[in-house]
């Protein structure tokens, strides 16, 4: 499996950006299908952005679409989730997920994903 670290949470105000990485050691992630997911207190984790292997396709959730972009770095372990407008209710623990290399399309479900990382939080107040 990979190994996926986030960073770039933190504390901001609404309609503040945030820049959020996913950095792979063992593996070179822009490789993989990615995907990013948050946790909100109390709520199930959702799906937010996806990229293919090749970083031709992407799909958001449509309470993001607009606002975040995900991408894959220059550097070959790093993918990112651009954050812009940001909202009270975009406040979660945000995470990283990369497919087995074999699928290489994009998915909003988190069934299909097989590496994880340990979170980031994201809060944003009002």
């Known amino acids: 499996q990979v190994q996926l670290v986030e960073s770039g949470g933190g504390l901001v105000q609404a309609g503040d950006s945030l820049r959020l990485s996913c950095a792979a050691s063992?593996?070179?992630?822009?490789?993989?299908?990615m995907g990013w997911f948050r946790r909100a207190p109390g709520k199930e984790r959702e799906f937010v952005a996806a990229?293919?292997?090749?970083?031709?396709?992407?799909g958001y959730a449509d309470s993001v679409k607009g606002r975040f972009t995900i991408s894959k770095g220059n550097a070959k372990n790093t993918g990112y989730l651009q954050m812009n407008s940001l909202k009270p209710e975009d406040t979660a623990v945000y995470y990283c997920?990369?497919?087995?290399?074999?699928?290489?399309?994009?998915?909003?479900?988190?069934?299909?994903?097989?590496?994880w990382g340990q979170g980031t939080q994201v809060t944003v107040s009002s």
């Open positions: 063992g593996r070179t992630v822009t490789s993989y299908a």
């Open positions: 990229i293919s292997s090749s970083g031709i396709s992407t």
């Open positions: 997920a990369v497919r087995e290399a074999f699928y290489t399309g994009i998915t909003s479900s988190d069934r299909l994903y097989t590496s």
